[in-house]
């Protein structure tokens, strides 16, 4: 393990080593008002922009003014394919078989889309476990989705909470309320990584809980992808949706993806929502009216997508190759976390706290800080941090999200942040 110290040229000495110290040249790191750039540390909210994203979007955009409708078929990057170009790279960021991997749509909409295909509720066996916490989006979805199967949520939801006292889910209790909940669970849906805490779950013992009192298992991996390594397919998780504009840097509204385990994917047995780009790809445009599924997860696509939201998609899984993969990114994480930690400690010791897990298996790059003197109001430290030049985002009702994302973030970024954190913190 590195022996760090508090020294500023410390975190020049470790950027000088760092490996991918070079990819954050590939970025456009936002400035604000006085045109300098900002540490920006809110990559688990939205990626910087790669400036890649830049050139292959004008190169879309001039076949689109030079081709017109023929930019569908003609060339290397024609758009009716153009998933083709990423695919591979899409799956091997999620541990899954390029079979198993679909580019559509945004984050909710697949997981109403996944729950139309993987609840199917019976008098018996109608009930779904989420988080008491989970993203609102995920508790409104799981609930209409209870709702338009004809259940009431207050019998078919089945909500896990944090033990009395604790900020993150207890991974046993999660297990014990899955066996509880027992022949009556038909779905267990659940974050990867928390978004208020950051805090990683145990998708492999999940899945083998959930499997185990027959029951599917699906995953919102929206703060997982592009921040941990998964391996979707050997983990035998059922289904996964995710959004691709935090760690993978897609741009606002960027386009979602979704992982269907190739059990499921030619299972013409599934209901699901069907439109004309979910059908044989080369038959598509002979307008046909029988529906012949696409024997790839694309058979769940209902329409074709924005190409230009795409792009910026491509660009960033270009830039992850470049940088060695997923696992290189994790090792750079891992030390930018224990580098953080040692920091947060050294200058700041009691008056921040972190709901982190602190072992690295059970976190991602993000740090979930709340001020624990009571007499300090978190919200004013969050907006003096901003005015200050740190980008990072608030979560009510009191923590300060903050993640240094290896592709873009250097440790000197982390060094300048927790400076400016402890003169806050200093000075109320």
């Known amino acids: 393990m590195t022996e760090f110290t508090t020294d500023a040229s410390f975190a020049s000495e470790l950027d000088a080593a760092d490996p991918l110290a070079a990819i954050r040249s590939e970025f456009v790191i936002p400035t604000g008002e006085n045109g300098e750039e900002s540490i920006y540390l809110v990559g688990n909210s939205l990626g910087a922009m790669s400036k890649l994203a830049r050139e292959y979007i004008d190169i879309e955009l001039d076949r689109w ?26 799956a ?7 079979d198993e991997v679909v ?6 909409v697949n997981l109403h889309m996944m729950m139309i295909s993987f609840y199917q509720p019976t008098p018996q066996r109608h009930k779904i476990l989420i988080e008491a916490h989970a993203f609102p989006s995920d508790h ?13 949520p207050a019998n078919s939801m089945v909500v896990v909470s944090p033990r009395e006292g604790e900020d993150t889910l207890n991974q046993q209790g999660i297990l014990d309320a899955i066996a509880e909940a027992g022949s009556e669970l038909a779905l267990v849906l659940l974050p990867g990584v928390q978004y ?36 979707l397919h050997d983990w035998d998780i059922d289904f996964a949706a995710w ?71 491509r660009a960033s ?31 700041l010791g009691d008056k921040i706290q972190n709901l982190t897990p602190k072992p690295l298996a059970e976190r991602g790059c993000q740090f979930a800080l709340r001020v624990a003197d009571p007499a300090i109001n978190g919200q004013d430290v969050f907006e003096e941090l901003r005015a200050q030049g740190v980008s990072l985002d608030w979560r009510y009702p009191d923590v300060i999200r903050v ?22 913190m200093d000075n109320p």
């Open 65 to 90: 003014a030079t081709l017109g409708v023929e930019g569908h078929f003609e060339g290397d990057t024609a758009w009716s394919r153009y998933q083709d170009l990423m695919v591979d790279q899409m």
């Open 92 to 98: 091997a960021v999620v541990g899954a078989n390029a």
């Open 103 to 108: 580019l559509m749509n945004s984050l909710t």
């Open 140 to 152: 409104f979805a799981v609930e209409s989705q209870i709702h338009q199967r004809g259940f009431d």
């Open 196 to 231: 208020y805490t950051g805090q990683v779950m145990d998708m492999p013992a999940i899945t083998r809980a959930g499997h185990d009192v027959g029951a599917l298992v699906g995953f919102d991996l929206a703060h997982v992808v592009g921040n941990i390594p998964v391996q």
């Open 243 to 313: 959004c691709t504009y935090k760690y993978l840097n897609s741009g606002p509204g960027g386009i979602g993806g979704v992982f269907v385990n190739r059990r499921h994917v030619n299972d013409q047995s599934l209901p699901k929502l069907i439109g004309w780009w979910g059908t044989n790809k080369s038959t598509r445009f002979e307008m046909t009216t029988e529906f012949d599924a696409i024997e790839t997860a694309e058979s769940w696509q209902v329409s074709c997508t924005s190409v230009l939201s795409k792009v910026p998609l």
């Open 317 to 347: 899984l270009d830039i992850v190759d470049k940088a060695g993969g997923i696992q290189a990114m994790r090792a750079k994480s891992e030390l930018q976390i224990q580098y953080m930690d040692f920091l947060l400690e050294a200058f």
């Open 403 to 424: 993640a240094p994302v290896p592709l873009y973030n250097s440790f000197t970024d982390i060094y300048r942040f927790v400076q400016i954190l402890k003169g806050i």
